[in-house]
């Protein structure tokens, strides 16, 4: 055991942030190159003698913290997802445990996640380390009113480093909050994938203007792909539709059912566009805290996968802004980005009448989260009621 006394520290943090005592002892294996002392049952027996014990959750706290998750997140959270939705929000408890509250607490939603399980199919590649491969895409389930998904991932981790909500795809929001935020955030990633779309152009060129920074300068800075081949952020998408998309979109498809939507109308369409981004970003950020805190069999958990970063790394002034970024890009490559995109028409002749609108909407609709809540449990009144309200202000105002 002393061989472990000078990587105390090291095994506190690790262990303080879910790493289990396997993964300790590979670490140390492996990366610190300890030879002896260092095996599974070493570990444990060293974490024992200086109380390094996880704290458990009572089952009276357990299913209350799940009844309160399931009123945010609806009936599509599994164990695995409910797991790190848990431990994102600072409670932690086995998937067994878990799972059995899950069973017991709602059959009607039990028996629905069961009925809807699917099989993925297998993985085509593994990346090698963090920072090998950065996945993006974009998810346009609800195109048609405004909203559109666009994150990135990390083929090691399947961390979500990071995403955006808005109301149409555009270059310069894609690279500003989405690849941009990453590479500051993580550092830069050897190969960026994508598909054939045009939103993602001005991000390639930065990425390749920057392919002298990687850490594996021999592959190509980036590959342009199908969709269908852009495998590991595909895996993403059917989890962030069935607990966000699909319930919006169905609160949304009543009303214009009921002829109490119009989306032909310019107005509607840019109070649908902005009351549906606000709601979905809410449902995405925190299906993406559950994912990156869930575990993966075989692999671990995102989080701790990528604590570590990329191996490459750059200065904040080596990534522009977007308006700069595009100005660069219209000199190198001759041709302009569109600055920003708009669903419908903003209708609003002065920011003083936007103003006020937004102050009388805000003080009738105070908290644009329960609406989520009650979207993703099925109860879509509220939120229809609102956007009807939204659109009723905005035409007194215009």
Same mark, same amino acid.
């Given at each position: 055991?002393?061989?472990?006394?000078? @990587?105390?520290?090291?095994?506190?943090?690790?262990?303080?942030?879910?790493?289990?005592?396997? +993964?300790?002892?590979? @670490?140390?294996?492996?990366?610190?190159?300890?030879?002896?002392?260092?095996?599974?049952?070493?570990?444990? /027996?060293?974490?024992?003698?200086?109380?390094?014990?996880?704290?458990?959750?009572?089952?009276?706290? *357990?299913?209350?913290?799940?009844?309160? #998750?399931?009123?945010?997140?609806?009936?599509?959270?599994?164990? &695995?997802?409910?797991?790190?939705?848990?431990?994102? +929000?600072?409670?932690?408890?086995?998937?067994?445990?878990?799972?059995?509250?899950?069973?017991?607490?709602?059959?009607?939603?039990?028996?629905?996640?069961?009925?809807?399980?699917?099989?993925?199919?297998?993985?085509? @590649? /593994?990346?090698?380390?963090?920072?090998?491969?950065?996945?993006?895409?974009?998810?346009?389930?609800?195109?048609?009113?405004?909203?559109?998904?666009?994150?990135?991932?990390?083929?090691?981790?399947? &961390?979500?480093?990071?995403?955006?909500?808005?109301?149409?795809?555009?270059?310069?929001?894609?690279?500003?909050?989405?690849? $941009? +935020?990453?590479?500051?955030?993580y550092g830069l990633w050897d190969q960026v994938r994508v598909d054939h779309?045009?939103?993602?152009?001005?991000?390639?060129?930065? +990425?390749?203007?920057?392919?002298?920074?990687?850490?594996?300068?021999?592959?190509?800075?980036?590959?342009?792909?199908?969709?269908?081949?852009?495998?590991?952020?595909?895996?993403?998408?059917?989890?962030?539709?069935?607990?966000?998309?699909?319930?919006?979109?169905?609160?949304?498809?009543?009303?214009?059912? /009921?002829?109490?939507?119009?989306?032909?109308?310019?107005?509607?369409?840019?109070?649908?566009?902005? *009351?549906?981004?606000?709601?979905?970003?809410?449902?995405?950020?925190?299906?993406?805290?559950?994912?990156?805190?869930? $575990?993966?069999?075989?692999?671990?958990?995102?989080?701790?996968?990528? /604590?570590?970063?990329?191996?490459?790394?750059?200065?904040?002034?080596?990534?522009?802004?977007?308006?700069?970024?595009?100005?660069?890009?219209?000199?190198?490559?001759?041709?302009?980005?569109?600055?920003?995109?708009?669903?419908?028409?903003?209708?609003?002749?002065?920011?003083?009448?936007?103003?006020?609108?937004?102050?009388?909407?805000? *003080?009738?609709?105070?908290?644009?989260? #329960?609406?989520?809540?009650?979207?993703?449990?099925?109860?879509?009144?509220?939120?229809?009621?609102?956007?009807?309200?939204?659109?009723?202000?905005?035409?007194?105002?215009?």
């Amino acid at each position: 055991m002393s061989n472990l006394v000078p @990587y105390e520290e090291t095994i506190r943090q690790m262990y303080g942030n879910g790493f289990s005592d396997k +993964q300790i002892s590979n @670490y140390l294996i492996f990366e610190m190159g300890l030879r002896r002392g260092a095996s599974e049952r070493s570990i444990r /027996q060293f974490r024992i003698d200086r109380g390094l014990v996880r704290k458990t959750v009572s089952d009276e706290h *357990l299913e209350l913290a799940v009844a309160e #998750a399931i009123s945010k997140t609806g009936p599509r959270y599994g164990r &695995k997802m409910m797991t790190g939705y848990l431990a994102a +929000q600072g409670v932690r408890a086995s998937e067994v445990r878990v799972g059995t509250v899950l069973s017991q607490m709602h059959e009607p939603y039990h028996q629905e996640r069961r009925q809807g399980a699917e099989n993925l199919n297998p993985q085509p @590649y /593994q990346a090698e380390y963090m920072g090998h491969k950065l996945h993006m895409d974009q998810n346009e389930k609800l195109a048609m009113y405004g909203v559109t998904h666009v994150l990135a991932i990390d083929g090691f981790s399947k &961390k979500v480093v990071a995403h955006s909500t808005m109301p149409v795809k555009n270059n310069l929001t894609i690279y500003q909050e989405v690849y $941009r +935020q990453a590479v500051l955030a993580y550092g830069l990633w050897d190969q960026v994938r994508v598909d054939h779309g045009t939103e993602f152009y001005l991000s390639l060129f930065i +990425q390749e203007m920057l392919a002298e920074h990687r850490y594996n300068k021999e592959r190509r800075p980036y590959i342009q792909s199908t969709s269908t081949k852009n495998h590991t952020v595909e895996r993403i998408w059917p989890e962030i539709n069935t607990r966000v998309n699909y319930p919006i979109k169905t609160a949304i498809v009543q009303l214009i059912d /009921q002829e109490r939507l119009n989306m032909d109308d310019n107005l509607t369409r840019y109070c649908t566009s902005n *009351l549906t981004c606000q709601l979905s970003n809410i449902g995405v950020q925190r299906t993406l805290q559950a994912w990156n805190a869930h $575990r993966i069999p075989g692999k671990g958990i995102p989080n701790n996968l990528a /604590q570590c970063g990329c191996k490459a790394n750059v200065t904040e002034d080596l990534l522009p802004e977007a308006s700069a970024a595009a100005d660069f890009y219209r000199q190198e490559v001759g041709s302009s980005l569109t600055r920003e995109s708009v669903f419908g028409t903003d209708p609003f002749l002065s920011e003083e009448d936007k103003s006020q609108a937004e102050t009388e909407f805000s *003080l009738l609709h105070t908290d644009v989260a #329960a609406l989520f809540d009650s979207v993703v449990n099925r109860h879509f009144t509220p939120f229809q009621e609102c956007l009807i309200d939204l659109v009723n202000i905005t035409r007194r105002y215009v």
